[in-house]
């Protein structure tokens, strides 16, 4: 029981950061049906920013934080203008490619920079509480803190102001958007800042919990958060958060009770039993075709 | 002799109700339009003919064969073919290809065959060409056989979304709102068209209709529904004096 | 590349010019592929890249079979490849006897087709029901499940590898079996699967409204992707002589699609193209070490702003659309055009 | 028409220039190629292996180059990158040995890429040392199960350290019960985890938690969990050094105490840097420890940490030697030929390398070597014990 309350809690941790980052992608996706595959290496500038901030200029935490949001929101709106802006017209896949090339880009000029993985120094200091023999550390807390604020956040952003108004109309139909007077080039913006941002607070947060970064540290990650956004239903806020924790749940469960070299094997085939069940995740709806 | 005949159909969307208890008797030759005003659930209605949606009740029987629960190109191979309210043609294709894909059921080769281009391959693709271009020139679209489906302006793209469903060999064909969109002239010339379109293919037509003008002009029967329920069945003066009618459906319209 | 060059508005005329440039590539091309390495006409370098470039070819044109022409988005093509790569690895190290490996290669090549294939058959099941980005998950779980399960499977090394494959793959084999995917896959594009899976893509509802099987269609563009990925994987291993999971990851799958997207989508011609380019780029560019891989994808982005469909996209060559499908049909459009038909309604041609 | 003619005609001749390369005759000079995977999964091990390389030939040609029979050659580095991918690896291979006419190879490191690479050198008959490939199949021939003739490594392989490490864990550590945490999904650890477990079983010990995890995973925490539930008295993590502070710490977080103990990939000085103090006073076993070296190693070290700012780790270390390695057999061959290099090199006796003294065994590319324990303690590798199976 103790060990289950353990492993429960490795979860939380876990799935909050796939949570954090599938949030990303799934606000993209809601808005613009575009899947950022260069999320996972925004995510990883994020934690090199992080870096920087933290090991050469010695910035406390909240600073650092706001920073890395700020820092990686900018690049996400920088590459949304550059890259993706012209192909809105295009094929969906066109837009896909050209972020999947985005991501290759960034992850080796990263590379081509310093090639060596980098350490995170301290920023939080580092306390376990022990209660009995389940351990919880200041990290674990702070992680799933402050991952269920940013979701809380985010949330009532999108349901409660009115640039999130304006994202779900154009979520719900780019082309009708515009005649409503919704500013469509601006909501984008907001919507990948809001996006990317959230990216880079997952990197300065994995950063913390994992202090040993290097370039290719999004693509694995990236390509499992949007597995848990898919999971949850992709775009839907909600879905992304509980495929978070979904996909944590399941990875730590796996490893838990069953051999571990068959994590993989056993928890994605979990995964792909529930979509076979669910075929557009568990908040997703089937975009329902008029004929 | 009776072509369609569906009894009992009934679909639920989510606890409202699409169709209830639709009943038909089709004859075969008969041109039958469907009035009723939006969301009448007229083009449900089509959905279950072509099964893209199942009926939740009810049988529709085709040629004395259940067509409830087969899919859709099942049913298509048996002689029954649609068009669409909104045109949904193969747009990166050219004129010819959208033709061609739709001989697919009338095609017999296997995938073997197809991948080595053997056996009977050769043969029936020339008989699948010859019948496509011979479709196109009856269409007068035969100058366009390799221009791209979304390059052809309106007009063409509904012509060709019929040929192509020709293509297909039909017994029974359904038009949802051929008309829309089209201007007095033109719903002459579709009328002409529809006609002409009749007698050269030997088809029985099913026409889902806003324009009065086309469906009392050339249909001898018409269906009304409201809120999935039929509400009258006649020859056009008998619709058009239905009080039924005259109250849900002009009433609503003349409200409009 | 001039217009004239990939004519898409199409004259019978204009056509039918080029029909001498296959047969005369096919001749040559296997005249070369055994005479280069018996003559030693082009060093070993530039053999080994030409056999590389075959297999990315095979890949390439597998790939843009489901992705491109049917408008999929798969990403599991490294996990067909790895099937195929191991089934025939396993066979010709384990199975057939060392002595007759002359005639057992194709055959194993073949074998490690089929079991991808049969992988092929399992992934497309899910496409009857999903699309688009969740067919993409599928395929990516799909991927991440057979790394994983080869991993654990001791017999064939597990994670340290799977190795004792003779060079088997020549110069000659990978020509024939190259040509032998792009003939099939242009053969199976020009029949009606072929124009049930460009239906599929356009517009899948009507396709079947129009009397297309969808499903079978998808089956048998699944199944013969991945047959092909499967022969691309068993090519691989044996040039390579050594295997191992990590080698058919993600980031494999990743490749090909550069290479597919990079050719252009619903191109036989982008899909060579694409993979000629990629192949040739990645070697060219070694002088910039680390800074290749900085501007390959720049390239890549480059391209798709200016080109969104690929090089290629969605256009032929001439001379690969077989000759049955030109348009100046035998009969002759021109008597037919005028003599009964519909008075017409739909107003005039754009171009009046 | 003659367009489609003149593009293919353009297109085939572009490809024709860019492979044609530069072939120049470089009579005076040695040349000596380099595989690193300076780009994918593994950057940092490329980026080591070109550093000590390029040291080390610079300090071969400030020397005034190598004598061979009367004359000095100076040598001439080519440097390929692999991508870290084995097709990359082979392509390179040949690339500098049909292309660049190097007389031998350096690298590739990790083993999935030096096996396809090792099969080109061998069969154009062309020297290849893998500093850092510890895989035993890279040395031999698959079918026969043979060594190849042409092909060396610096390292020592998997099943000698994975005892190693075992028998110090029973017989100095006294350990009765242990666990191991490795990377499936990576030979390198994946084949001394279970040489360790085998070795460990065999002589009364038992191994009570064999727990894995994928490459690039950052989350132990459900592992280690698990370990901690076997109450195992030592737990073995043969892995990178970049994975391993992450480990160690997840563990001090969860409460478990347990000491640890490493294999060599745990010997790069940037270990105590992202460890920080959770690391102090484990055990690791490894090629040499910088307090107890030759001279001629301490001259490296310094010189490395120098040019590059940081201590060389273990592929650089691995590295430099390899090129001492070839110096020698270089100098002792007496002929330029490939052949004679190779025959000078499978010849040599006790070279003093910076990571120890070795030799090659009888008619084989695998080193001679031994294997120390070294202690952290502080910032530094502290020699504790030399070892031997």
Redesign the interface.
């Given at each position: 029981m103790i060990y289950l309350i353990q492993q429960g809690l490795n979860a939380l941790q876990l799935g909050s950061i796939y949570a954090l980052i599938a949030l990303g992608y799934t606000m993209v996706y809601g808005v613009l049906s575009l899947i950022n595959f260069a999320h996972g290496d925004f995510f990883m500038v994020g934690a090199f920013l992080c870096f920087i901030v933290v090991t050469f200029m010695g910035i406390p935490f909240v600073p650092a934080l706001l920073i890395s949001m700020a820092g990686v929101a900018a690049l996400g709106v920088a590459v949304e203008r550059v890259a993706y802006k012209p192909l809105r017209s295009a094929p969906r896949v066109s837009a896909v490619i050209t972020a999947l090339g985005v991501g290759i880009f960034l992850e080796n000029f990263t590379l081509a920079l310093s090639p060596y993985p980098k350490h995170i120094p301290t920023i939080i200091a580092n306390t376990s509480w022990s209660a009995g023999a389940v351990t919880v550390s200041s990290l674990q807390v702070v992680v799933v803190f402050l991952s269920v604020v940013l979701m809380l956040v985010l949330h009532f952003i999108v349901q409660h102001t009115k640039v999130g108004m304006a994202m779900r109309a154009i979520s719900w139909d780019r082309n009708v958007a515009p005649l409503m007077g919704v500013p469509v080039n601006y909501v984008i913006s907001v919507t990948f800042a809001l996006g990317s941002g959230l990216g880079g607070a997952a990197g300065m947060m994995y950063a913390m919990a994992y202090p040993v970064i290097d370039p290719y540290m999004g693509i694995i990650v990236g390509w499992k958060a949007f597995i848990s956004a898919v999971v949850g239903g992709i775009g839907n806020i909600r879905g992304a958060m509980v495929g978070g924790y979904i996909l944590g749940g399941v990875e730590v469960l796996t490893t838990a009770f069953l051999p571990s070299t068959y994590r993989d094997f056993v928890s994605f085939s979990l995964l792909l039993v529930l979509l076979i069940f669910r075929p557009y995740g568990i908040y997703g709806r089937p975009r329902t075709e008029k004929v | 002799m009776t072509l369609l005949r569906a009894s009992g159909i009934t679909h639920f969307f989510g606890g409202l109700c699409a169709v209830t208890d639709f009943n038909l008797s089709l004859d075969r030759d008969e041109l039958l339009g469907i009035i009723g005003p939006n969301g009448a659930g007229k083009t449900t209605l089509f959905n279950i003919i072509t099964g893209v949606c199942r009926a939740t009740r009810g049988s529709i029987l085709f040629r004395d064969a259940e067509i409830v629960g087969k899919s859709p190109d099942r049913i298509v191979r048996m002689g029954i073919v649609r068009t669409f309210q909104n045109i949904r043609l193969f747009n990166e294709l050219t004129v010819l290809d959208n033709i061609r894909v739709a001989h697919y059921g009338r095609v017999r080769y296997t995938p073997a065959e197809a991948l080595l281009h053997a056996g009977r391959y050769r043969e029936e693709e020339r008989r699948i060409r010859r019948h496509s271009d011979e479709l196109l020139a009856l269409f007068r679209m035969g100058h366009l056989s390799g221009e791209r489906a979304k390059n052809l302006p309106y007009g063409l793209q509904k012509r060709l979304e019929i040929a192509r469903a020709l293509a297909t060999e039909p017994e029974l064909l359904l038009l949802d709102e051929p008309a829309a969109g089209m201007n007095p002239r033109e719903v002459d010339e579709l009328m002409d068209f529809i006609r002409w379109t009749q007698r050269e293919f030997g088809l029985t037509i099913i026409l889902i209709e806003h324009q009065m003008r086309l469906v009392m002009g050339i249909c001898r029967r018409i269906i009304a529904l409201d809120f999935g329920a039929t509400i009258a069945d006649g020859t056009p003066q008998e619709i058009q004096t239905d009080p039924a009618v005259l109250e849900a459906y002009l009433g609503e319209k003349a409200v409009r | 590349?001039?217009r004239?060059?990939l004519k898409k508005?199409?004259?019978g005329k204009e056509r039918s010019?080029?029909r001498w440039?296959l047969p005369v590539f096919l001749v040559s091309g296997s005249v070369l592929s055994f005479a280069i390495p018996h003559f030693d006409l082009l060093?070993?370098?530039?053999q080994?890249?030409l056999v590389?470039l075959g297999i990315n070819i095979i890949l390439a044109l597998s790939l843009n079979l489901v992705?491109g022409y049917m408008?999929e988005?798969s990403v599991g093509h490294a996990g067909f490849m790895s099937a195929g790569a191991y089934i025939a690895s396993f066979l010709t190290v384990k199975v057939f006897p060392a002595g007759a490996l002359a005639w057992a290669f194709p055959a194993a090549v073949v074998a490690g087709g089929l079991g991808a294939g049969l992988l092929g058959l399992v992934v497309a099941i899910?496409s009857f029901?999903?699309r688009g980005?969740?067919l993409?998950?599928?395929t990516?779980?799909?991927v991440?499940?057979v790394?994983?399960?080869l991993?654990?499977i001791d017999s064939v090394g597990?994670?340290?590898?799977f190795?004792?494959?003779?060079?088997l793959t020549t110069l000659p084999w990978t020509f024939f079996w190259t040509v032998a995917t792009v003939w099939?896959i242009r053969?199976?594009i020009?029949?009606?699967?072929?124009?049930?899976v460009?239906?599929i893509?356009?517009?899948e509802?009507?396709?079947?409204?129009?009397?297309?099987?969808?499903?079978h269609v998808k089956l048998?563009a699944f199944v013969?992707s991945s047959f092909f990925a499967g022969v691309a994987g068993a090519l691989?291993a044996h040039?390579?002589?050594?295997?191992?999971?990590?080698?058919f990851d993600?980031?494999k799958s990743?490749d090909v699609?550069?290479m597919v997207?990079l050719g252009g989508?619903?191109s036989i011609a982008g899909s060579i193209l694409g993979a000629t380019a990629y192949t040739?780029l990645?070697?060219?560019l070694?002088p910039l070490?680390?800074?290749?891989?900085?501007l390959?994808?720049?390239m890549?982005?480059l391209l798709?702003?200016f080109r969104?469909?690929g090089i290629m996209g969605?256009r032929e060559l001439p001379w690969l659309e077989?000759a049955?499908d030109r348009?100046s049909?035998p009969?002759g459009?021109n008597g037919?055009?005028?003599?009964?038909?519909?008075?017409?309604?739909?107003?005039?041609?754009?171009d009046e | 028409m003659k367009r489609t003619v003149i593009s293919i005609v353009l297109f085939t001749a572009v490809i024709g220039v860019v492979f044609a390369g530069c072939r120049k005759d470089g009579d005076s000079s040695i040349k000596v190629g380099v595989i690193a995977e300076l780009t994918g999964d593994i950057p940092a091990v490329g980026a080591s292996c070109r550093n000590a390389s390029e040291m080390a030939v610079k300090e071969i040609n400030d020397a005034g180059g190598i004598e061979i029979g009367g004359r000095k050659y100076k040598v001439e580095l080519f440097i390929e990158d692999s991508a870290s991918k084995p097709d990359q690896a082979a392509s390179s291979a040949q690339k500098l040995i049909t292309q660049k006419g190097v007389v031998a190879i350096v690298g590739p490191n990790s083993s999935s890429n030096a096996i396809p690479a090792s099969e080109i050198a061998e069969s154009a008959k062309v020297v290849l040392i893998t500093p850092w490939s510890t895989n035993p199949k890279t040395t031999l021939d698959a079918k026969t199960g043979a060594p190849k003739r042409y092909v060396f490594r610096a390292a020592f392989i998997d099943p000698f350290q994975g005892r190693v490490v075992a028998k110090f864990a029973l017989n100095t550590m006294k350990a009765k019960k242990a666990a191991v945490l490795y990377d499936v999904a990576s030979d390198y650890n994946k084949g001394i985890a279970e040489f360790f477990k085998n070795t460990f079983e065999e002589n009364g010990g038992q191994v009570v938690a064999f727990e894995s995890y994928t490459t690039n995973d950052k989350d132990f925490s459900a592992q280690l969990t698990k370990m901690k539930s076997a109450g195992p008295d030592v737990i073995f993590l043969p892995n990178y050094y970049n994975e391993v502070p992450l480990q160690v710490q997840q563990a001090h977080r969860l409460g478990i105490r347990t000491p640890f103990l490493g294999s060599d990939s745990w010997g790069s000085q940037d270990l105590t840097k992202l460890c920080g103090s959770d690391c102090e006073g484990y055990y690791f076993t490894t090629h040499y420890s910088p307090d107890s070296a030759a001279p001629a190693a301490k001259k490296f070290i310094q010189a490395y940490t120098v040019a590059y700012g940081k201590t060389p780790d273990d592929v650089a270390a691995l590295t430099y030697d390899s090129f001492g390695l070839l110096r020698q057999a270089l100098a002792g061959a007496g002929k330029l030929d490939r052949d004679s290099v190779r025959n000078a090199l499978a010849g040599i006796q006790g070279y003093e390398g910076v990571t120890g003294k070795m030799q090659f065994r009888e008619g084989s590319g695998d080193p001679i070597k031994s294997a120390v324990v070294v202690r952290i303690q502080g910032e530094k590798f502290v020699w504790f014990a030399d070892a031997q199976p």
């Open positions: - | - | 590349m001039g004239a060059f508005d199409l004259t010019q080029g440039v060093d070993q370098y530039i080994l890249i590389y992705n408008g988005f899910p029901r999903t980005d969740y993409a998950i599928v990516l779980a799909f991440m499940i790394k994983s399960a991993e654990n597990g994670a340290r590898g190795l004792g494959m003779d060079k099939i053969n199976l020009y029949s009606r699967y072929g124009r049930g460009l239906s893509r356009e517009d509802i009507a396709s079947g409204l129009m009397g297309v099987n969808t499903r048998i013969v691989f040039v390579l002589q050594f295997i191992n999971p990590r080698m993600i980031i990743t699609l550069v997207y989508i619903g040739f990645l070697e060219a070694r070490e680390i800074w290749r891989m900085v390959m994808p720049l890549l982005v798709m702003l969104p469909r969605l077989p049955a348009l049909s009969n459009l037919l055009r005028n003599s009964r038909g519909a008075n017409g309604f739909g107003g005039k041609r754009k | -």
